[in-house]
């Protein structure tokens, strides 16, 4: 088996290519060994010293480092972990991929203006995202302000910021005037 892996624009974080569908339709978040109880491939990442968070996407899997672990020396063991579980032919969820719409804050008057900055989202932002391997992910629209969540590489990506800032912000204000800004959120 070949897994091509990627630099994202967070350093810490590289994405592994399996060549495969990882979690189809969907996205799973971990941010330790204590929320990955529900995938075999999770638990299997943070067994290895240095790895502190795993993002699975669609077709990817997002790994971060900590700080004092060089990716020479964890990479190997990284990808070992990840043909191991696609050769064993586990599952690599317990259970459905991570809900989008968990802990929306949304008024019911919003539901059409919250309708167009989620297709927004979907068709211009999160495949980009991906491409970067992270996920952006919905959680509130009120009073003009969209509240955003994001994941995996991005979440640690010093340029996250500046990407709802300066991309998402103005994107969403330009398709949908009711927009006045763009908060991130955690969780």
């Known amino acids: 088996m070949f897994i091509e892996t990627e630099?994202?624009?967070?350093?810490?974080?590289?994405?592994?290519?399996?060549?495969?569908?990882?979690?189809?339709?969907?996205?799973a978040d971990f941010t330790s060994v204590e929320t990955a109880s529900r995938?075999?491939?999770?638990?299997a990442l943070f067994a290895q010293d240095g790895v502190a968070r795993v993002f699975l996407g669609s077709d990817f899997i997002a790994v971060t480092k900590s700080d004092d672990v060089a990716w020479s020396a964890l990479k190997p063991a990284v990808l070992s972990v990840i043909v191991d579980q696609f050769v064993s032919g586990r599952p690599v969820?317990?259970?459905?991929?991570?809900e989008a719409d968990l802990d929306?804050?949304?008024?019911?008057?919003?539901?059409?203006i919250v309708d167009q900055i989620k297709e927004l989202l979907d068709t211009r932002v999160r495949p980009a995202v991906a491409s970067d391997g992270g996920d952006i992910v919905f959680r509130g629209y009120r009073d003009g302000v969209v509240r955003l969540h994001m994941q995996g590489a991005c979440s640690g990506c010093p340029s996250s910021?500046?990407?709802?800032k300066h991309g998402v912000e103005n994107m969403l204000r330009h398709y949908v005037p009711e927009v006045q800004s763009v908060e991130q959120v955690e969780g």
């Open 93 to 98: 969820l317990d259970g459905a991929a991570d």
């Open 104 to 112: 929306e804050d949304v008024l019911p008057a919003d539901r059409e």
């Open 39 to 43: 995938s075999p491939l999770a638990s």
């Open 7 to 27: 630099d994202t624009p967070n350093p810490a974080t590289l994405k592994f290519l399996p060549g495969r569908d990882v979690v189809p339709g969907g996205t």
């Open 161 to 164: 910021r500046a990407t709802l």
